[in-house]
């Protein structure tokens, strides 16, 4: 790099325009000796974006003990907070290799460097910072001793357990250093009796930590502490104590678990607070306490807490919960619900459809069957699946009159619920025993079939093909000639589901020929899995059709028939087919590269060079990353032209595909395109090549 070069990073550096920094940062790795000194100044940059990047450079740097050293003395300055932050999250990214140097830090006279050092180990969690963290739980100062307390925690070292509990309980010991303790505890998941935890359970600050730790205790007593705590003043003792129990009854044996909680559900019968206060918070809490209420409050098993406990369902993250605790429930949650149905919300009433389907008693069963006809279509799908669940053949007929009505309703789009009923058709016929489901429910749908629409058709296509019965295969060669070009397309699909057949069958080479291109489509789908003797002359035909989804489909299958080829004429033949691809349009030559990415091998990567003339950007991406992937070093040679192409995506990925192959000769023609370069993304992509190969 040239002088002048060097001092418009410097000016740049200085420049108003925080995205102009940040580009100066990304080529900072340039001026060798220079470059340290300037990234560290930057980590006082007011732009988070540029500090960011100067801490990615600095982690990026080879010169690993000379980066630890100006760090570490950037923790000392005391005149700019967010320089000294950033320094730590850059020691915290180096790693392992700094730890020797915060070691020494951590002997510091400065209070703050001896702190942050410690907030460094505590991110790199190096379990060679262990015995030095437990020398400086006696620290003078009370934030370092804090400090090392929480790094400790995040070691994960057992060892450190009895230092901990003995800072923990020493009632000396400042508030917060012993709450830091605690909570290092923990992490750990130590376990203390209840005795040694006596002193840290009467102070308010100290109580849900405390508690935290007795959930894990096997003491008997434990479990007196944190019952009583379930009417404590504080509401977030309360919690801790909440959250605690319900950690204790996950160890205890069956029925030590009953006992505790009768005791619960006797203590909130007696007039606690407790039970209120849980579902106030349920509604404003943050996600982790509304996990632990809606558990805790589903314990208690009482029928006017199902629907607070649904609704709170309603969010996608707590559905799972709430859902377990109400199936928990059994008979209550079943009646509640029942009863309860015309005033839920329409969200409400399709997770309800969930809990109903695991109770699996007739009441539930009855509320399915009718919620079949919600006028809210979510409502429907849920009770449809719900169904699904229950495996109860007497659901059939309902299901499949549910298929002719949303086939025929023109205000929606019906394809969600449709499919769900044909899969709930499939799990309830395949779930049944013995075969008069099956027959049963062919005979429902074949005599559908007259009166249906397209989109019902499709779905009892969809149907009738997996089942076993004679009548569906006979309703299955009609659908072959169905007028509707979708109908065709799944009753042919549906041949790819059976067994690999060992010829075409008749309806196959009808579809072969098929009007519609979707369902010529289907038909190489189905010669994928062939193992007839004609395959390959049936998809060298589809190659050959007019429609060029046709083709890429043709020439996906045949990638496919030379996976399982293992060798000789059959797999020459597909190599030469897919050759022949590369020569086509877009789309098509495009299946022929990915095709010859997946089988792989030096001659999948010479036949793609060929592809390296084409003019499409995601046709050469696709050949840059098989020639990437299985290139020898002719084949990455003829790579080097690219990394000036016009096209600024190939440029990234030839450039990207070198380096990651550690072709040297790939430096100088790099070298001479960054000159040039003015697409920030590439220039990136380029500083990145260039410090790969030349390290």
């Keep these: 790099m040239d002088l002048r070069e060097r001092d418009v990073i410097r000016e740049d550096l200085r420049s108003p325009d925080e995205e102009v920094r940040r580009l100066a940062v990304e080529r900072l790795a340039a001026l060798d000796s220079e470059a340290l000194e300037l990234l560290v100044a930057r980590l006082g940059d007011p732009s988070w974006r540029v500090r960011k990047a100067a801490v990615a450079r600095l982690v990026a740097s080879p010169r690993s003990e000379l980066v630890a050293e100006v760090l570490v003395a950037a923790l000392s300055d005391g005149d700019d907070p967010g320089r000294r932050n950033a320094a730590v999250e850059a020691l915290v990214g180096c790693g392992a290799t700094v730890v020797p140097r915060l070691l020494e830090a951590s002997k510091s006279g400065d209070v703050d460097v001896r702190k942050l050092a410690v907030d460094a180990l505590a991110g790199i969690r190096d379990v060679r910072a262990v015995a030095r963290l437990l020398e400086m739980l006696g620290d003078p100062d009370p934030n370092v001793r804090g400090a090392a307390a929480d790094a400790l925690g ?78 404590g003043a504080s509401r977030s003792a309360r919690e801790a104590a909440i959250e605690a129990l319900l950690r204790s009854l996950a160890r205890a044996e069956p029925s030590g678990a009953e006992r505790l909680v009768e005791r619960v559900r006797e203590l909130v019968a007696a007039g606690s607070r407790v039970e209120q206060d849980a579902l106030e918070r349920l509604a404003e809490g943050e996600l982790s306490l509304q996990l632990v209420l809606i558990q805790f409050l589903g314990l208690l098993g009482r029928r006017e807490l199902v629907v607070p406990i649904l609704l709170a369902g309603r969010d996608e ?38 809990v109903l ?75 049944a025993r013995g075969a008069s489901a099956t027959a049963a429910l062919s005979d429902l749908l074949v005599a559908r079939l007259p009166s249906a629409g397209e989109e019902e058709r499709v779905q009892i296509a969809r149907v009738l093909a ?31 589901r059976e067994p690999a057949p060992a010829g075409a069958p008749e309806s196959l080479r009808i579809a072969l020929a098929d009007e519609s ?17 004609t395959v390959l002359d049936d998809l060298a035909c589809l ?36 050759g022949a691809a590369l020569e086509d349009e877009g789309a098509v030559a495009l299946a022929a590269v990915e095709g010859l990415a997946g089988l792989g091998g030096g001659e999948s990567a010479r036949r793609t060079l060929v592809a390296l003339e084409r003019g499409d950007a995601e046709i050469l991406r696709a050949a840059l990353r098989c020639i990437g992937l299985h290139g020898d070093a002719e084949c990455l040679e003829r790579i080097l032209p690219l990394v000036s192409h016009r096209e600024w995506s190939v440029r990234a990925e030839a450039t990207q595909v070198l380096a990651e192959r550690g072709v040297a000769r790939a ?29």
């Design 154 to 231: 995040t070691t994960g070292h057992v060892a450190s357990v009895p230092a901990l509990a003995a800072l923990a309980t020493r009632d000396a010991e400042q508030p917060l250093v012993r709450l830091s303790a605690l909570r290092a505890l923990v992490q750990l998941d130590a376990v203390l009796d209840a005795a040694a935890l006596d002193s840290a359970c009467g102070d308010p600050l100290l109580r849900p930590a405390a508690f935290a730790l007795l959930g894990r205790s096997e003491d008997a007593a434990a479990a007196e502490v944190l019952l009583k705590g379930l009417g």
């Design 317 to 354: 993250a707590l559905a799972e919960v709430a859902t377990g605790a109400l199936e928990a429930m059994g008979g209550a949650a079943e009646e509640t619900l029942d009863e309860a149905w015309p005033g839920l919300p329409v969200a409400a009433r399709a997770l309800a459809c969930r």
């Design 357 to 431: 389907a695991a109770s699996r008693g007739p009441r539930a069963h009855r509320r399915l069957l009718q919620a079949l006809d919600d006028p809210d279509p979510e409502c429907r799908v849920a009770a449809v699946r719900a169904l699904a669940g229950v495996g109860s053949a007497e659901a059939l007929p309902a299901l499949v009159r549910r298929l002719a009505a949303a086939g025929g309703d023109p205000e929606w789009d019906a394809d969600g619920e449709l499919e769900a009923i044909g899969s709930t058709l499939l799990a309830i016929a395949s779930g």
């Design 466 to 496: 997996r089942l076993e019965a004679p009548e569906a295969r006979v309703s299955m060669d009609l659908l072959l000639a169905d007028p509707s070009p979708a109908v065709r397309r799944t009753a042919v699909e549906a041949l790819a």
């Design 517 to 533: 291109a979707l369902v010529r489509i289907a038909a190489a789908g189905v010669l994928a899995r062939s193992d007839a003797p």
């Design 543 to 578: 190659a050959r059709d007019e429609d060029a989804r046709v083709r890429a489909a043709a020439v996906r299958a045949v990638a496919a028939r030379a996976a399982e080829a293992a060798g000789g004429a059959v797999r020459e033949r597909c190599f030469a087919l897919l």
């Design 667 to 695: 430096i100088p023609p790099i070298l001479r395109r960054l000159e040039t370069e003015q697409d920030d993304f590439v220039r990136s992509v380029i500083l990145r090549a260039l410090a790969r190969l030349e390290g």
